[in-house]
C-alpha cells in the first residue's frame, strides 16, 4: 500500500509547471493515468502524479501519527522513574513544543516549496492523495468531497491535508 498524489493546475496554466521541480529536484512529475481521477478534477485540469522513489509517501507534510499515545507512553515512564508531577509536565511540556516544529521531510519540503511557488504563478492548484491498495493507474478512487484553503492555511498546515478528499489552494 502506497499512497499517490496527483496536482491538478489548469491547462492554460500548463507552462507554470516547470518552476515545480523534476528529477533535479528528487521528484518525478508525471501525467497522471488513472482514468478515476478524471471525475474528481475539474475537466479543464492538467493532472499530474508527483512522486519520489515510485509513491508519494512522505510527500504530504504533517502526517506523523497521533502523540497522544506517546505522551501516555512519556508520562507513564516518567512516573515509573518517580519523577514528580510538575516535573512531568514540564517534560510532557517541552516534547511537545519540540514535535510541533515542522517534521517534513526534505522532500515534503520541497514539494510544500513548489506548491507555493506554483501558486505564485497561478490562482489556485488542486491536490488529491490517495493510499493504494493496487494498481496506481487501475484502482477505482473515489473523492469524499471538495476542501477549498488558503495558501495561509496550507502553509499553517505544513502541507497537511486530507486523504480522499479534492482539496483546492487559492493563492
Not at 35 to 59: E, K, W, Y
Request: with cysteine; aromatic share 8%; proline share 4%.
Amino acid at each position: 500500500m502506497c499512497q499517490f498524489l496527483t496536482i491538478g493546475v489548469s491547462k492554460s496554466a500548463g507552462s507554470a509547471l516547470t518552476a515545480f521541480g523534476g528529477p533535479r529536484d528528487g521528484l518525478a512529475v508525471t501525467p497522471s493515468r488513472n482514468p478515476h481521477l478524471a471525475s474528481i478534477f475539474p475537466a479543464m485540469d492538467v493532472r499530474l502524479d508527483v512522486t519520489i522513489g515510485g509513491c508519494s509517501c512522505g510527500l504530504i507534510g504533517g502526517q506523523h501519527g497521533g502523540r497522544s499515545g506517546d505522551v501516555s507512553n512519556q508520562r507513564r515512564r516518567y512516573e515509573r522513574m518517580g519523577w514528580s508531577r510538575a516535573k512531568i509536565e514540564r517534560a510532557l511540556q517541552a516534547s511537545t513544543a519540540a514535535h510541533d516544529h515542522d517534521h517534513a521531510s526534505a522532500h515534503a519540503r520541497r514539494f510544500r516549496e513548489g506548491i507555493l511557488a506554483l501558486l505564485d504563478r497561478m490562482p489556485s492548484i488542486r491536490l488529491f492523495v490517495h493510499m493504494y491498495s493496487g494498481d496506481f493507474y487501475r484502482e477505482a478512487v473515489v473523492s469524499k468531497g471538495v476542501a477549498h484553503i488558503s495558501r495561509g492555511q496550507y502553509e499553517a498546515a505544513h502541507g497537511a491535508f486530507p486523504e480522499d478528499t479534492l482539496v483546492e489552494v487559492a493563492g
